[in-house]
């Protein structure tokens, strides 16, 4: 059994900030690559960014610069700090978690979502 909980959404003015953290708990042996997804109304979930457990990042085009992933492997944590938000940045964001619960194979794992609304 494994949960991922994310919080850190809120309402935010064009150019703010806001910072994302989703914590994996339950029966876990290892976490191998971690990410952020975001679906807005009418689209598509698309990635917005992703770390693997060696710390390599990939980020979409239009978030790279002002976006940073980052994770804490002490505490099955990963981060999104967003910066110069924008209001197409308005979306529900998705923690995403591919892990090894010691048993079969590696699977991703997804977290309930949080909103972020961009909005002066």
């Known amino acids: 059994q494994v949960q991922l909980v994310e919080s850190g959404g809120g309402l935010v003015q064009p150019g703010g900030s806001l910072r994302l953290s989703c914590a994996a708990s339950?029966?876990?042996?290892?976490?191998?690559?971690m990410g952020w997804y975001r679906q807005a109304p009418g689209k598509e979930r698309e990635l917005v960014a992703a770390?693997?457990?060696?710390?390599?990042?990939n980020y979409a085009d239009s978030v790279k610069g002002r976006f940073t992933i980052s994770r804490d492997n002490a505490k099955n944590t990963v981060y999104l700090q967003m910066n110069s938000l924008k209001p197409e940045d308005t979306a529900v964001y998705y923690c995403?978690?591919?892990?090894?619960?010691?048993?079969?194979?590696?699977?991703?794992?997804w977290g309930q979502g949080t909103q972020v609304t961009v909005s002066s």
């Open positions: 770390i693997t457990s060696g710390g390599s990042t």
């Open positions: 995403n978690s591919n892990i090894d619960v010691g048993w079969g194979r590696p699977r991703g794992y």
């Open positions: 339950g029966r876990i042996f290892s976490i191998n690559a």
